[in-house]
């Protein structure tokens, strides 16, 4: 296999007003293989002006259109042809994503990629179905609403699912008839880039879509006092979100914000506990832990505590880990170097606080790459920071509970609400529980499972705002009501 995508698009290039170009710097860094801590390529590092041409560019494909007033039929026939140029740009896509995060290619073929296409042809159907309502306004009068684009859109996304991210946001805001600005996290930029060129193939007319990669603390940060930005929807850690809610009031911009989140994860006693367990595996140590739904903390009904813990071990002892090109391979590396550095340095903390390592514990690894064996902690009590806070990597802390209370309690228990799921057999059980866990998704004796149509968000320090779905849709358009007197 190569360490190359397929075709270097974009290459140290900026994506505006429909075209690739340097950044004004015209400076450039490095993006890192997590794999093989190799360059894969150079990647364009924007600043605050380029940040402005793109929204200017957006900015006048709202206002001049012919986007937001294109008939609905046109525009949803560009989304469809977007998610036809994904598929058959398939592989590209996957090795980039493989390559810039370290999932494995079976991922990134089966989900990242599968998915974005779908969530494309999920809002392209919708287009035509933006209804507004004609209301009662007595007789010699008419009153109906319309709904409305935004404006220009701010996209910002996190590291760990860069397409899936950004297509859960495009999407519905193209859809909705809005322009967008995107900014990928500084560490994998890849594939916004690559979807960029196949956008623009399929006819989407210039400047509705633009990227501009760099830094958070530069790029980022300006996308929230830039006046020309009507809306920000932001996918990151939860003290980043807080920040730029704060530093976007001067504009009075709209802000969604999708933040990060600590799951808890509840096998009862009644639970088929083979299953259970299975899910738990998948639930803490999917795409390495870098999943703000991961399950990160499972509660475990004393009585079956020890079964459930031997039995986890024992799949993460064996799982493959390694090579995210080979197909065998179910973990690859964490996907840049601090994330590892902060796994390992929260290894350090469940020791010091008194938690039991039950297995792995170090990166079980010599030689490049981000690697970091599944670690599963035991002995953790509620308020260690191991079960507090989200380490964003693989490391599940385990606790036993006594009763359905304690253990709502505990799964409640943090400042998070992003996701949850439980294991029982008893349907009443299941539903009493699931209406007490504060997060905005709780699983049933399944984990990580989505629908397009099912929209997600956070409770509580997890955000605000709801992806996919129809609720998607709803945070990309504003409501008018029109008053005609008939007299
Ligand atoms: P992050 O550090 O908060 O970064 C997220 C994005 O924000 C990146 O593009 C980053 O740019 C940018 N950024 C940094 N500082 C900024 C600022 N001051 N203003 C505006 N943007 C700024 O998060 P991450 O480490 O990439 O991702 C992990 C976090 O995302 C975890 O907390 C995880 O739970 C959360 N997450 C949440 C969801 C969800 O749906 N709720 C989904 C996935 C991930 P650079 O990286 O280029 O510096």
């Not at 974005?116 to 507004?132: P, S």
């Not at 306004?137 to 996190?158: D, K, M, W």
């Not at 599944?374 to 385990?398: D, K």
């Not at 006594?402 to 349907?427: C, R």
């Amino acid at each position: 296999m190569t360490n190359q995508p397929a075709r270097a698009v974009g290459d140290g290039q900026l994506f505006i007003d429909g075209k690739f170009g340097p950044s004004d710097s015209g400076k450039t860094v490095e993006d890192i293989n997590p794999a093989t801590e190799l360059p894969i390529c150079q990647v364009a590092w924007g600043g605050e002006s380029d940040l402005d041409r793109a929204v200017q560019s957006a900015r006048r494909a709202f206002d001049v259109g012919p986007w937001p007033t294109m008939p609905g039929k046109e525009r949803a026939g560009v989304l469809y042809r977007i998610a036809d140029g994904i598929e058959a740009a398939a592989e590209d896509l996957a090795l980039r994503e493989t390559l810039d995060v370290g999932k494995p290619i079976t991922f990134t073929r089966g989900f990242d990629v599968r998915a974005a296409a779908e969530i494309f042809r999920y809002y392209a159907g919708m287009v035509e179905q933006l209804e507004g309502a004609a209301r009662p306004a007595g007789a010699r009068s008419l009153q109906y609403t319309r709904r409305e684009p935004l404006g220009v859109v701010g996209a910002i996304t996190p590291f760990n699912f860069p397409l899936n991210l950004a297509v859960n946001k495009i999407a519905p805001a193209l859809a909705a008839g809005n322009t967008v600005v995107h900014k990928p996290a500084e560490q994998t930029p890849l594939t916004a880039l690559k979807l960029a060129e196949i956008m623009a193939e399929a006819g989407l007319p210039e400047g509705v879509h633009n990227v501009v990669t760099g830094d958070g603390a530069t790029v980022g940060a300006a996308f929230s006092v830039h006046p020309g930005i009507d809306k920000i929807s932001f996918t990151g850690s939860t003290a980043t979100g807080k920040r730029l809610i704060a530093a976007a009031a001067g504009t009075l911009k709209r802000v969604t914000v999708e933040l990060g989140g600590k799951g808890a994860n509840l096998i009862f006693d009644d639970a088929d506990l083979e299953a259970a367990v299975q899910s738990a595996f998948q639930a803490a140590f999917f795409n390495t832990g870098q999943f703000c739904m991961s399950g990160s903390r499972l509660l475990v009904h004393r009585s079956v505590h020890d079964e459930v813990v031997d039995r986890l071990a024992a799949v993460a002892e064996s799982v493959p880990i390694g090579d995210p090109l080979d197909e065998a391979t179910v973990l690859g590396p964490l996907a840049h170097r601090a994330q590892l550095d902060k796994v390992i340095e929260y290894v350090g903390i469940g020791l010091a606080e008194g938690a039991e390592l039950r297995s792995g514990g170090s990166t079980g690894h010599e030689g490049p790459g981000f690697y970091h064996q599944p670690t599963i902690f035991t002995g953790v009590t509620p308020e260690m920071r191991v079960a507090q806070e989200e380490i964003f990597g693989p490391i599940l802390t385990v606790l036993p509970f006594d009763t359905d209370e304690e253990a709502v309690e505990i799964a409640n228990g943090t400042p998070y609400g992003l996701a949850s799921g439980l294991h029982t057999q008893n349907i009443r059980r299941a539903h009493n529980v699931a209406a007490q866990l504060q997060s905005g998704i709780v699983w049933v004796n399944t984990w990580a499972q989505f629908e397009n149509s099912t929209s997600f968000g956070g409770y509580k320090s997890s955000g605000y705002g709801r992806e996919l779905g129809p609720e998607g849709i709803e945070e990309y358009l504003q409501y008018k009501t029109v008053y005609i007197n008939v007299d």
